[in-house]
């Protein structure tokens, strides 16, 4: 019952956030043709209006997006003339998702030992090491890590392309860039949820029980560990898939995230809110999925009717 008023609600939630982007996009300075190279006359400007319907009254033109949306086409996007906001949405965004879920399924990978090894060596040299390295992950943004992996593994050894998006290889970068710094955040969160595990009645009696440190915090300790990781997954995914403007323009990857600061720029309407809409979409999608998760992993964790 919890899980179907969430899905239900939904549907406000999206018709909210896309009236929001609808209206605030109009009312920031500036229009999507003041950045033509030559001025357009005022006949001109008038018949591109015409076309666009932006001579309509504002509640007009979000009814006529919202007409179309319905059916899939979020408009014709104004800066890329004869493409579509959904046509570039489906060229770009299988790219900007095999990143980002790469990325999150990295940044698990190297995130979860990291902090499990930090927990069960507590005040060890061992401990000591995987925290000063999530601690600078952390710290380091892509923009900087980016750069050094490229001189490092790319024009020092040769080992992988320096960018595009052409073979599987290709990808081993620009994952790397995007996941290092939430491979930290991972493993603090782990090593917290270790330790606090570590200390738990279940864990004495897995001792009384004979099995060893390790094997206690591996068979047990560990999945109580990780619910503070499933908690975070959701904004940690949403921000892998959500803001990989720098790392795709570093690598010159052609998914979304460069369509949606350009077109915010450009004042591109229907793209902005187009991809607003999808970016809100997932991001409520993704908690709707971890609140799920929360539940099989701890069953504790009961909601109740309200």
């Known amino acids: 019952m919890y899980f179907l008023k969430r899905i239900l609600g939904l549907v406000p939630l999206l018709l909210l956030i896309s009236f929001l982007a609808f209206c605030l996009v109009r009312v920031a300075p500036g229009g ?3 950045m033509e190279r030559a001025p357009a006359s005022p006949i001109i400007e008038e018949k591109l209006k015409e076309k666009y319907h932006l001579d309509e009254p504002v509640w007009q033109q979000y009814l006529r997006f919202l007409a179309g949306a319905v059916q899939g086409d979020l408009g014709p996007s104004m800066k890329y003339r004869n493409h579509s906001v959904t046509d570039i949405i489906v060229q770009g ?16 990978g190297v995130g979860i030992p990291m902090g499990f090894l930090g927990a069960v060596n507590k005040g060890r040299f061992l401990d000591h090491l995987t925290g000063f390295i999530a601690l600078t992950l952390v710290c380091v943004p892509s923009f900087v890590i980016g750069p050094i992996l490229i001189m490092v593994f790319s024009v020092q050894l040769g080992w992988t392309p320096v960018g595009l998006w052409e073979s599987p290889t290709s990808l081993i970068l620009p994952v790397m860039t995007l996941g290092l710094f939430f491979s930290g955040k991972v493993a603090r969160l782990v090593r917290e949820g270790m330790m606090d595990a570590l ?4 864990i004495r009696t897995a001792r009384a029980k004979g099995l060893s440190e390790t094997s206690a915090a591996l068979k047990h300790g560990l999945r109580v560990a990780v619910l503070p990781v499933v908690s975070f997954s959701g904004p940690m995914l949403a921000d892998l898939l959500t803001g990989s403007f720098v790392v795709e323009n570093l690598f010159q990857i052609p998914g979304i995230g460069v369509f949606m600061v350009n077109s915010s720029l450009n004042r591109d309407f229907p793209m902005v809110v187009g991809l607003a ?3 809100a979409t997932i991001l409520v999608f993704l908690n709707l999925c971890v609140d799920f998760l929360y539940t099989r992993l701890d069953p504790r964790v009961k909601f109740q009717r309200q």
């Open 32 to 34: 999507p043709f003041d």
């Open 93 to 108: 965004a299988p790219i900007t998702l095999s990143l980002g879920f790469s990325s999150f399924l990295f940044a698990l």
């Open 199 to 202: 200390n738990a009645e279940f």
């Open 277 to 279: 809409l999808l970016y």
